[in-house]
């Protein structure tokens, strides 16, 4: 794939120039080295916008990178544990079962020496 000749910014700027010259989008296309394909195709995606708005959407288009890629940990770890899950029901039912007996402990003997009143 070839590696992106214009920034967003600079696309902007080519779209603008096109509504505000009398040019006409082929010599404007022959002029920037761009086809008419790709033109058409950037005014549908940056149609109305400005410079601030442009550097907004690709500051968006990164945080939505970002947040897909937490999302695909996420579920990743859910796949995961769930893979494991079956594995320790199995092991809890073919051993005994675990009876853990929790004393209560008044507060003054659970509180070190130093703080023992």
């Known amino acids: 794939m070839k590696a992106r000749q214009f920034s967003n910014e600079q696309i902007v700027s080519i779209l603008q120039e096109a509504t505000r010259s009398e040019k006409t989008v082929v010599s404007l ?3 920037k080295g ?3 394909a790709t033109f058409y195709a950037w005014r549908q995606k940056f149609g109305g ?3 601030k708005e442009v550097l907004r959407l690709k500051e968006l288009e990164k945080e939505n990178a970002r947040l897909k890629k937490l999302l695909a940990d996420r579920d990743l770890e859910i ?3 769930n893979d494991l899950l079956p594995k320790f029901i199995s092991l809890e039912r ?3 079962p675990l009876i853990f007996a929790v004393e209560p402990r008044s507060p003054v003997a659970s509180c ?3 703080c023992a009143v």
Do not use: N
């Open 49 to 51: 916008l400005h410079q």
């Open 112 to 114: 070190p020496s130093c």
């Open 34 to 36: 761009i086809s008419e």
């Open 79 to 81: 796949d995961c544990l």
């Open 29 to 31: 296309c022959q002029d």
């Open 94 to 96: 073919r051993d005994s």
